[in-house]
């Protein structure tokens, strides 16, 4: 039996971007135009982002399955078999290195994938249980902040997972946010395993995001195309080309959709009609490249203290643990 161990909470909310639409008509009123990146993980989208993973020149997933494979132990030592609530989990490809070593020492695992892409969130979960007899998976299929206050109470501590450097995908007060609200919604002695990409030779991480088979730019070009199915919208893709920019400084890589035309877009359930003009950039995404030290300092002030971290040096990408104060 492994449909008895699916459940879905926090489904009173539906479909976790219903509410988006006054966000949508905002971001394209306010200069420059922007999309969220909420828009990038439709099913579609997420298959691209898996097509983007496999490629030689991303080496986010590669590295991080590296470090995950070879510190599973060590995480396991240090935190034991609590509950897991993974935040943005995706397919769970890499959640399932964890969950191996539960096997044969845990007798049950209680799982809470959270993502606003509610059908990838139920197919992996289908997946997991019929590899893990020992998981019970409750799906949260909604943003990261609905799901947080829908977690129920735990006895124990819990191990919070934020993988594939998602948190380098918000702006820094919007980092804040979500860590304070962590924080809020877990307990202490809770865990956080975090994984982040780190800085590092600008070359590197300008190949990833422009891979020669170019999932990168369809995955972040879905994003209009997402907006087309789910607005009723005319974007013509052909009319728009991706953009990507690290400022090394900044420690930030920016994409970005360009206009290559004069054009206007409608978005007919919306009654909007937004103009673009050739060469104007909307912003799409951002990656943040953490400098190891100062990730420590935002989790520091957001009340998590590190307990290890593990960092590859040739790609420079990092595991790092922490523990609710
Ligand atoms: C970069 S992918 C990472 C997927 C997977 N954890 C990995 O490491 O490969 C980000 C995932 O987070 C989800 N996501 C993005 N923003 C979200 C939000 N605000 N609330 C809930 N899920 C979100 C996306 O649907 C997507 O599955």
Redesign the pocket.
Known sequence: MTEGRIRYLARSTGDPLAEDAPNVIRNFTRSPKRIS??YV?DKRG?EL?ERQ?GTPEYYL?RVESQLLNRHAGDIAALCGFPPIVEL???TA??TRILLAEYAGRALRCDYFP????ME?LAESARKLVSVFPFLFVHCLGA??EKALSALPPCAGPRMFMF??S?LG?MERLEIDGLLRQMFEHGAPGDYLLLGADLDKDPAIIDRAYNDSAGFGPRSTLNMLDHLNRRYVGNFVMDNFRYRSHYDSLAKRNDVRIESLVDQSVTLASLGFEVSFSAAELLDAEVMWKFDPDELGEILERAGFSLMRRWIEPVYRYGLFLFIHK
């Open positions: 990146s909420l993980y997420t982002f993973c997933r943005g989990a995706g490809e890499k959270i993502d606003v892409d990838t943003t990261y993988l594939g998602s995908n």
